[in-house]
C-alpha cells in the first residue's frame, strides 16, 4: 500500500500557520475556544493533549484563562493532520521531542508511516477474510437451517474449534489451522513498548494479531503456522529490543 507522504505539510515537522486556512500569522494570543475553532478541534481535545505532553502548558492571563499564540496553532494543527493517519499521541510526542530537540524527524515519520500502511495492509487482509466468512454464512443458510446447534447453526456450522489459551488451534470455515500464544515478554515499559513489539509482529507474514501487555508481561500472538513459526516469533520480539522469557 502506497503512503501519501503529501498528506503530511510540514516545515520540518510542524506546518506552516497558513497550512491550517490562516491567512496571516496569528499576532498576540488566543482563548482556548478561539484556538479549537481555528484549528478544527475541541477544547476538551486540547486540554486532553495538554495533560498528555502533546501541547504545551499555555500562559495564562490575568484572569486565569489559557493563552494561546502562533506557535500552538501550528503545533496542535500538525497533532491533528498526524492523527488523521492513524499516528498515536506517543507517536505524535516522539516526532515532536525530535523536531523541538532539533532534529529533522522526517526520517522517523516515514518510518512510523511504512509501518501503518503494512498493518493496514495486513487488517485489510483479515476483513477481507472476515467478509468471505460471512457471505459463505449467508450462502448456506438454506442448507444449516435445519442443523442441530447448541444455540445457532449458522453461525456452528462454521465448527470454530478453541483451546485454553497458551496454546490455541483455531480452525477456519477454509480449514487452516490458527496457532494462539501467550508468550512472557520481560523489557516492556509502557504502551508504547506494545505499540513496537505489535509493530515488529504486525510485518511478520503469518501473523493474524499481537496483543501486548506491559503491565502483565505478556504477548498474545496468532498466527498462521503454515506461514511462520513460533521460533519466528520470538525472533523478532528479540529484534524489537525485548526478551522472551522461556
Same mark, same amino acid.
Given at each position: ?11 520540518? =515537522? ?5 497550512? #491550517? ?15 479549537? +475553532?481555528?484549528?478544527?478541534?475541541? =477544547? !476538551?481535545? *486540547? ?23 502562533? $506557535? ?9 493532520? =498526524? ?8 507517536? *505524535?510526542?516522539? *516526532? ?20 501503518? @500502511?503494512?498493518?493496514?495492509?495486513? !487488517?485489510? %487482509? ?13 450462502? @448456506?443458510? #438454506? ?52 505499540? %513496537?513489539?505489535?509493530? @515488529? ?7 493474524? +494479531?499481537?496483543? =501486548?501487555?506491559?503491565?502483565?508481561? %505478556?504477548? !498474545? ?7 511462520? #513459526? ?8 528479540? %529484534? $524489537? ?6
Amino acid at each position: 500500500m502506497a503512503v501519501a507522504e503529501s498528506q503530511l505539510h510540514m516545515r520540518g =515537522a510542524i506546518p506552516s500557520v497558513r497550512a #491550517s486556512g490562516l491567512e496571516n500569522e496569528v499576532k498576540g494570543t488566543l482563548k482556548i475556544g478561539q484556538l479549537a +475553532r481555528q484549528v478544527g478541534v475541541t =477544547a !476538551k481535545a *486540547i486540554r486532553f493533549y495538554e495533560r498528555k505532553r502533546v501541547l504545551p502548558r499555555p500562559t495564562r492571563g490575568a484572569n486565569g484563562y489559557r493563552l494561546y499564540g502562533s $506557535a500552538a496553532v501550528e503545533t496542535l494543527t500538525f497533532v491533528k493532520q =498526524a492523527a488523521g493517519l492513524g499516528l498515536t499521541l506517543t507517536e *505524535i510526542r516522539e *516526532i515532536l521531542s525530535i523536531r523541538q530537540g532539533g532534529g529533522p524527524p522526517c526520517v522517523h515519520v516515514r518510518r512510523l508511516l511504512e509501518d501503518k @500502511a503494512r498493518e493496514l495492509d495486513r !487488517k485489510l %487482509r483479515d476483513l477481507i477474510d472476515m467478509q468471505r466468512q460471512i457471505r459463505h454464512s449467508l450462502t @448456506a443458510w #438454506s442448507r444449516t437451517s435445519q442443523r442441530r446447534a447448541t444455540v445457532c447453526p449458522h453461525i456452528e456450522h462454521r465448527r470454530t474449534a478453541r483451546a485454553p489459551v497458551g496454546s490455541v488451534k483455531d480452525r477456519s470455515s477454509e480449514g487452516l489451522i490458527m496457532e494462539q500464544l501467550e508468550l512472557r515478554v520481560n523489557g516492556m515499559t509502557c504502551t508504547g513498548c506494545e505499540q %513496537r513489539i505489535q509493530r @515488529a509482529l504486525a510485518q511478520v507474514d503469518g501473523v493474524v +494479531r499481537s496483543v =501486548a501487555d506491559h503491565r502483565a508481561a %505478556r504477548v !498474545k500472538v496468532v498466527f498462521d503456522p503454515a506461514r511462520t #513459526s513460533l521460533q519466528t516469533v520470538q525472533t523478532r520480539i528479540k %529484534r $524489537a529490543g525485548y526478551e522472551v522469557a522461556s
